[in-house]
């Protein structure tokens, strides 16, 4: 037996058929790059987050930089984001010449600590960016209303939170602007790199679409120094036989998140996730804490079960940021989680003999030593 961690074949086929006769158009209009089905995905997905202006993009690594751009940040600015996260959040900030300073996170659901972030403010803070981790929405009207005392923008990485919302309102609908990825494995992932900035502001979409056409608004035209980073109609085809799907497929996430806390609620070791007070998350990944981290993840392997983890390493502890200075002991919470997080498979197409074969080889891994209290 062996359960992946994600099931990408069994989402394409479900949508095999839309995708098909989209391509059939795509082919026949011979328009590869913009053209209606990209218009199409754009429009519907703004709807879908309940914003005024969707602009596709290559890949959410370049959303989250055009995102920042847009939203004022340049050299030697500030940006506070949390130290557990994907790099790219922080990577998004370097490539502008800006500078990525980190907190800590909350000790129950792993998402940016306000309390950090008003720490954190200095003159040079021009933004934040907060992370809606595994599926989750931050506390994001705790931020905008710190940004709006301390003239911020709020940038919302809303790559693992498509569908999820806080209290009503739907994640990447709350800041200045928001990017996203539709990498493959995310809950609306596409077939291959693809990604969107999300905002009410129509000169800043303007300027993200300008930006990501190598800074041109019309053909050979060029105000200012730009990129490639546009979204291609096979891509969007994919993403919009997949929007059509995703609050189902959110859905059978959630109830496949209701299972796991069911299966494992006597499992001692074993640190289940909890929702916030005010979220609807959609679960994108679904992280426990459990100590011996690493021997439980391999055995879990040996068993044919497809964990993960998400993230090993602390932004501030990577060669890649060195540079900051911040050594071990910066950030504890996220430190002592990056020791203890494991993600178990998640995906819409989990059966309940799936679930089950996956709670009963996490029993097993976490053993006789795992009966006492949670991590």
């Not at 200012?224 to 919009?240: P, T």
Request: with cysteine.
């Amino acid at each position: 037996m062996r359960i992946p961690l994600v099931d990408l074949a069994s989402q394409h086929a479900e949508i095999a058929d839309d995708v098909r006769s989209g391509m059939e158009r795509v082919f026949k209009e011979a328009a590869f790059v913009g053209g209606p089905e990209v218009a199409a995905f754009e429009a519907e997905y703004a709807e879908y987050i309940g914003v005024e202006h969707c602009v596709g993009v290559a890949n959410g690594t370049d959303a989250l930089e055009l995102a920042m751009r847009v939203a004022g940040v340049g050299p030697g600015d500030e940006v506070i984001l949390p130290a557990n996260t994907f790099i790219a959040t922080a990577e998004a900030v370097s490539r502008i010449g800006a500078v990525p300073v980190l907190v800590d996170v909350d000790e129950e659901h792993l998402l940016i600590d306000p309390a950090a972030v008003e720490r954190a403010v200095t003159p040079r803070t021009r933004a934040v960016a907060p992370v809606h981790l595994f599926g989750q929405t931050a506390f994001v009207e705790q931020l905008v209303d710190l940004a709006s005392t301390y003239r911020l923008a709020v940038i919302e990485d809303a790559a693992q939170s498509q569908g999820a919302r806080r209290h009503g309102r739907p994640a990447g609908s709350w800041g200045t602007v928001a990017a996203t990825s539709f990498y493959p494995g995310k809950n609306l992932g596409a077939a291959g790199d693809a990604g969107a900035v999300l905002t009410d502001d129509p000169e800043a979409a303007a300027a993200v679409r300008i930006l990501g056409s190598h800074g041109s608004p019309a053909k050979y035209v060029h105000d200012v120094v730009g990129m490639n980073s546009r979204l291609d109609a096979v891509q969007a085809v994919y993403l919009r036989a997949k929007l059509a799907r995703l609050n189902r497929w959110n859905d059978l996430r959630r109830r496949a998140a209701r299972k796991y806390a069911e299966l494992l609620a006597d499992v001692g070791g074993v640190r289940l996730p909890e929702v916030a007070l005010g979220n609807e998350d959609v679960w994108h990944l679904y992280v426990v804490r459990v100590d011996e981290r690493d021997r439980v993840l391999a055995e879990l392997g040996a068993a044919g079960i497809g964990a993960g983890i998400h993230y090993p390493t602390p932004i501030h502890l990577t060669g890649a940021y060195a540079s900051l200075g911040l050594g071990p002991g910066s950030f504890p919470v996220a430190e002592r989680a990056a020791r203890q997080i494991l993600s178990l498979p998640m995906y819409p197409h989990l059966r309940q003999s799936d679930l089950e074969a996956v709670a009963e080889a996490l029993r097993a891994a976490v053993g006789p030593a795992g009966a006492g209290s949670k991590p």
